[in-house]
């Protein structure tokens, strides 16, 4: 993708996507919303080094799954993008990485969009320091998470750049939604419709 202007702002949203859910969608739409970006990437990662998939998990089916549920916003074909790029570098997908490539690539101009369970975390992931140097972080809250304690604390430990979004605080689980689509239970309220159509299609999450 090209851009008419030298230094675009960029925003990133990784994650392993499976499978996108409802709080993924308010996460999201906050960012779009509330951070002055010219596009913005959903990267479905290839292998997340931070979770456990307790499936037969397809990350090339986690990204056509992706794709209808991000379509029906707004932003589609204008500013909202979907990245092959982790899936196509196979292997374990460090964010640092994905930032160290799109900086390089594309702007030094990086926002990255953390939940607030990943964000309690972030200072744990592979190379955390060139996390925080290469983007500023956009961040919600979550039920249960002192998630303004960590804020401060990046501040000092990382000279962290933080957006902290108004998104929902939404306590929705993978994990719980694969296990009700698997024993045939009912997602709607759970995913986008076209989240849930897509996996009742696909038959997907019977073995879980």
């Given at each position: ?12 949203y ?11 969608m308010?996460l999201?739409?906050a960012f ?5 970006l ?6 479905p ?8 998939i ?7 089916q986690?990204l056509?799954?992706?794709k209808?549920a991000?379509?029906s ?8 993008f ?6 196509n570098?196979k ?7 994905t930032?160290?490539y799109?900086?390089e690539?594309?702007?030094t101009?990086?926002?990255?969009l ?12 592979r ?5 925080f ?18 804020a ?9 750049r933080l957006?902290r ?16 689509a698997g024993e ?18 696909n038959?997907?999450y019977?073995?879980?």
């Amino acid at each position: 993708m090209s851009f008419l202007w030298d230094r675009p702002r960029v925003g990133i949203y990784g994650g392993t996507f499976a499978p996108f859910h409802n709080g993924h969608m308010a996460l999201l739409k906050a960012f779009l919303c509330e951070c002055p970006l010219d596009a913005v990437y959903v990267i479905p990662a290839s292998i997340p080094p931070h979770k456990q998939i307790d499936f037969a998990d397809n990350p090339r089916q986690r990204l056509e799954m992706l794709k209808p549920a991000l379509r029906s916003l707004p932003e589609w074909g204008e500013r909202l993008f979907v990245s092959t790029y982790e899936i196509n570098r196979k292997g374990p997908s460090y964010t640092y990485l994905t930032l160290g490539y799109f900086h390089e690539v594309l702007s030094t101009d990086i926002t990255f969009l953390c939940g607030g369970d990943m964000f309690s975390t972030l200072s744990g992931w592979r190379c955390a320091d060139e996390i925080f140097r290469l983007a500023k972080i956009a961040y919600a809250g979550r039920p249960g998470i002192d998630i303004e304690g960590y804020a401060e604390r990046y501040k000092v430990e990382f000279g962290a750049r933080l957006i902290r979004l108004s998104a929902p605080q939404l306590d929705i689980s993978s994990t719980e939604i694969r296990k009700i689509a698997g024993e045939g239970g009912d997602i709607s309220g759970l995913v986008p419709p076209e989240t849930a159509l897509y996996i009742k299609e696909n038959g997907l999450y019977k073995n879980v």
